[in-house]
């Protein structure tokens, strides 16, 4: 048991530090202007394309991705700290670095389910950072929570596979540099609960295929990341090698995205929280009622321990969650996983609630940040799965477990 | 004492009901859908102008006003169940009735301390819903939650008062209806602590006064009720008459605006609390999760029941307080109001996230009302004071009250 | 409406004061000294008996009943703010008053439902305050939160019904004073869920009847009120006649006792949570940490405003369910009460607390009373139904109203 | 990085889990039978003696002491995982295996600081479990939270220190086998704050020192280990020699024991909210309300997953906690034990209660430990530092903090 980071992760959490502070942090204030100044745009601002090339350049790129040959070959564990440093800035900072979602995780499916074809067609420029793209499951229609409701059929017809139904949280689909939807649908309605859905490649120009609108989150429109698509499908036809993975597979395959995208969104999260810790201290420093500075308050004071000690707390669940994945499998650590899934998003909502509160008018205008990361961890609750269904997985498995001392 | 309502007030809860059902609830579609189209409109939807004459024909007009020569005479006890049941639309419903913030609070000083030809060229055009107003006090460079800290001066210049300084927050700055400014400010540095500032009518138009821009609220834009404005003041000259209410007198004067202010908001947080619960009650009798409806299932219900507690307590806290308003004073009744302003954005907040989990992914969305509302709750904790300053008066109060009991 | 207490109440609020001031607080150093030096009685201290002289003499008797022929004639709303007051001692207070429970519901009961005999040797003693009763419902081998579930068996034998079960939290049932039991069990084991449960009052020295011992409550025997018995009926034989309201009615009998019982315990608990504001207001105005009074530090100002706050609501919600039961029925007022019997015994519990905290080591032990006012709100929450239960009653009812507007 | 225990560990759980599971577990119903039968005893039951003559047969000795002479040469992260099994049963586990407070920190204390005297004379039978001691530093006159506070005098009277001066929460000063308290005192009055106090080594059976009587904690008495003792030091006298560690170097020396002594409290809690989660676990699978087990039912398993999620939290924190005590040493880890101090006694204490609504009546009560671990947990939030404390350090250490990345 050793709680200290390597020398390898040190050595990167330096690099991804000093581009975060160099490049990404001056970068907010102009990306931010363009998006004002621009307000019909959906996708990353000019400036992207030269914080991309720069990463690059540094080396700093794909470093989600497990695999030697085509990432940069870190093991869950060590991105890990690295995932939290993009997270101070959480709309800039990962894509920089092409680690983003959705992109990660339909990266991690084409590298591990996709054919020859799929991954020359679509991982191949996702990869190199040329495409983007999203993932379609949630349906507006039904509770997305139990994934067995998702009702959008994908009819065997022939060579081809036709799509009917409608899609909503696709987020990234409005981008204009998104080719491709990868879609979870009904293939085998009559098969037995679990072996019913499969998943489909979609080239996002596919005739059928119309993106209706974005959906907001509490007013942001999220347009940095190519908002978050409302997509129908009437007769999308696709040919039968589209399939993506196992028929009747989708919930096993989606799973190999689901598991590292939760825990990298708690990654960020970390970085988020710190980044509001960081925001309150400051300006508690500054800012003085009733003669004495806020930093030198009491309420401010217990605000900021308990931010320390959560985050702190959470951080090191996040990691342990990320050493059992690279230990025993995303699979096995599955409960690990969820329990940060559940934990992370609320510590990072209570801290910037806080930071918020600090800031006063401040905090909840969008001339600061807080008021988006708060937004950010409050969606995280709902989104891959709420808490409750979260929950449900654990409590059944600790129904299960056989404790350590028979005291009853 | 008596928990029952007046039968006076249950005829008016009656007739708003009446109104907000057949009126104001349908317009929420018509009048979204207008500011969606029209992106660079501040202000009212042009169905409101037909509300608010409704409003008038049925004499649901200035209900909060309570003197029987220019609004409807009821007690804050009277109103405050009416403004509950408007909550249930917060961005139309008490506009409708021209019974919206800010300038329900600008109509209360001008009644209260405006002087004859201030009440001629302010109050009439704003009772009659004629025109709007905003009240200009925080300052972004400064903590506004000490009150002292407002730094904007009004200086003395022989039969002008000059006004420099820079101010946001200042809601409805931007609607096109909006005519007036009440302005916050130093006239009197030297004077001793609390008889430093007072309040000046600026006219919105003024030379040197710049409305730069409108900040947002967690990305929502508030467009429909005029943003929120910051405003440039340089070198504004007001003449010496527009001095509102004694100089050095700002504090008190303001104070009689607030009072009402928090608590009319809070009435209304109830409703839309109440709102938060209907909608997730509906939600959760037609959404199925692992073979059960959402509405019979353990976790949602103890959600609902802890709403209707929360909810039903946090009413009686307002309509005390209310009495107390009615019966002692605003002045008397400011712990009360104190008490109210804490509590009852925190019930909000938490009812309203509760329904918003119930939702998933359309609770985090503006394809419902919940997050906006969310975000009106999670505001007023930083409104009219932020939850802190109002800890510290209600326990410096405490601190000096003798007990029931000598126990100690 | 009207949120004052009427003169009447007044007037008695401050008789009931000065009743606690000149007698019931001076005595608990002397009745606390009394049960350490007596380490096997169970049951009243002997200064007891003059205060129960005392508060007969100064008409200060069963203020609970609210029958002008038997009880004191006060209505609910009335009896409320005396409960509230007598709550600032509650291990002396109510049974001064003679109203502590269990005797002052079964006292209700057996007013209510007992035959003249049975209100002859058994109500009369009781209003007289000679003797005690205890309440025995609970059973250690089932969840009693499901009523439906309580097994012991009471069965139809000729003349007699034989008792056979074991219950527990038969609270006082250890007290010397005590003579009788009403005892919930099944008589009708076929009949429809609801009608099973029958109600008989059974001798305290019934042949069969064994008090195997107490219970504690935290570590606190409770022995001033008799404790909490453990009861072995054995083929215990009572006559016909000791059926106690209408055969397979237990539920509904048992009803009317818990209705006023649930509220006094939460008027009771306000009065606790008072006593806890009085003394850490007291405390932190003396203790000094870091050169400051405790009393003006930030966090301690927030934990009193919080109280305060809280305390406010509560007693509201208190206030307003008593008023409900009196103007529409204890059963139309059900989930008032059940409200009430959610939200006290947590604010209570959450005031008494910080108290705690603010006492430190002192709060903890027994040297003060907070730790007993703490145990006795977590008591609460378990007894006369968990919290768990009268949640989902308020649940399954908010599913059935009605909302005011028509929202979705 | 590397989260799974070492081989070494995972040995010593599986012993340590052994001795628990065959000879302490079976020990505490009779243990619990002796006290009840023997209620003026103060120490442990006769059953202890073989209890710790097992452990020190089986090499289960001694196992907190770091030093490889004296103890097991265990380090704190080695140790951790096995005080969590002892706190399994806390009341006998951790002496059985002479690992209790508070004679652990004595034995620190000693060992790092006694004199060669002192080490013969106490540091010696501690060891070998011969005698007991206790640590006697918090005053009842005094805000102890604030050490400076501490009044007690230790005069220098030539040859002799002389105490004078009232200690409470002196544990363990009622049993039998104590033969020694460490005082601590104010030696230099006159001396810069922080240099005023020392400790020194007093007999307990020294003239002039009189132990009054026991503190209760809510109720429990708290005899098996002692309780708890109001000591009464008049006109004390020791020699010089007595003095334990350097003149004036009070704090310092018992820091020595507090950080470690912090975390064993820590690591213990964790096992004690284990235990509650295996005893709730067990509890629902076999009871039934509305015909369903309580384990089926979703508010259940909502308390079973957050229950799992926040202990596992905890262990992280705890053990990440004892790295840094093993890696850069106790004083610079003391804000990640000052983190472990806050949050594991709210995680244990939240675990904890929602087992006792579980159990309901049964876990309120003593029949069963939950009330007794509740207590150590709430008592925890006071002892050694209240919450209040740790967090004033950590937020002043977090103000000093240099952010990783500058964003404002």
């Given at each position: 048991?050793d ?11 330096g690099r ?11 970068s907010?204030?102009p990306?931010?202007?363009w ?18 090339a ?6 700093l790129?794909?470093?989600f991705l497990?695999?030697?040959s ?5 093991s ?9 440093i993009t ?10 670095l ?17 054919s ?15 495409i ?9 229609a039904v ?19 036709v799509?009917?139904g ?30 019913r ?7 996002i ?11 907001t989150?509490?007013?942001?429109d ?12 009437v007769?999308?036809?696709v040919?039968?090698s ?19 995208g ?19 201290t ?19 004071q ?10 702190n707390?959470a951080?090191?669940v996040v ?9 025993i ?26 930071a ?6 401040a ?13 950010t961890a ?26 350590l001392l028979?005291?009853?």
């Amino acid at each position: 048991m050793d709680f200290d980071y390597t020398d390898k992760v040190k050595d990167l959490q330096g690099r991804v530090t000093a581009f975060m502070q160099d490049y990404v942090i001056p970068s907010e204030e102009p990306i931010s202007t363009w998006f004002a100044e621009n307000r019909d745009e959906w996708g990353a601002a000019p400036m992207m394309d030269d914080l991309k090339a720069e990463a690059k350049k540094q080396g700093l790129w794909n470093l989600f991705l497990p695999e030697d040959s085509r990432g940069a070959g870190l093991s869950n564990l060590e991105y890990a700290p690295l995932a939290e440093i993009t997270g101070w800035s959480p709309t800039i900072g990962p894509e920089a670095l092409n680690c983003s979602a959705p992109d990660t995780g339909n990266m991690e499916i084409l590298s591990r389910y996709g054919s020859p074809e799929q991954q020359e067609e679509w991982l191949k420029p996702l990869l190199a950072g040329d495409i983007r793209s999203c993932f379609s499951m949630t349906e507006p229609a039904v509770a997305s929570s139990d994934a067995n409701n998702i009702a959008l059929r994908i009819e065997d017809d022939g060579d081809s596979w036709v799509l009917n139904g409608r899609k909503w949280w696709s987020s990234s689909a409005l981008r204009r540099e998104t080719k491709v939807a990868l879609v979870m649908g009904v293939t085998d309605p009559e098969a037995e609960v679990g072996k019913r859905h499969s998943l489909v490649c979609v080239p996002i120009d596919a005739p059928g295929l119309t993106i209706l609108r974005s959906t907001t989150v509490f007013g942001f429109d999220d347009r940095h990341e190519g908002g978050h698509g409302v997509l129908d499908y009437v007769d999308v036809r696709v040919p039968k090698s589209a399939l993506l993975g196992p028929r009747g597979g989708g919930f096993a395959v989606a799973q190999s995205r689901l598991g590292p995208g939760r825990i990298h969104h708690c990654m960020r999260l970390i970085g988020m929280a710190e980044r509001a810790v960081a925001m309150m201290t400051e300006r508690a420093k500054t800012r003085v009622t009733w003669g004495e500075p806020v930093a030198d308050q009491g309420v401010f004071q217990t605000w900021l321990a308990d931010a320390r000690i959560q985050i702190n707390a959470a951080r090191l669940v996040v990691l342990n969650a990320a050493f059992k994945m690279d230990t025993i499998g995303n699979k096995e650590a599955r409960h690990e996983i969820a329990a940060a899934k559940i934990m992370v998003p609320q510590v990072a909502r209570d801290v910037i609630d806080r930071a918020i509160q600090t800031f006063g008018g401040a905090g909840i205008s969008s001339d600061f940040p807080l008021a988006y990361l708060y937004v950010t961890a409050r969606y995280l609750q709902v989104a891959d799965g709420p808490d409750e269904v979260h929950r449900r997985s654990l409590a059944r498995a600790e129904l299960k477990r056989v404790p350590l001392l028979k005291v009853m």
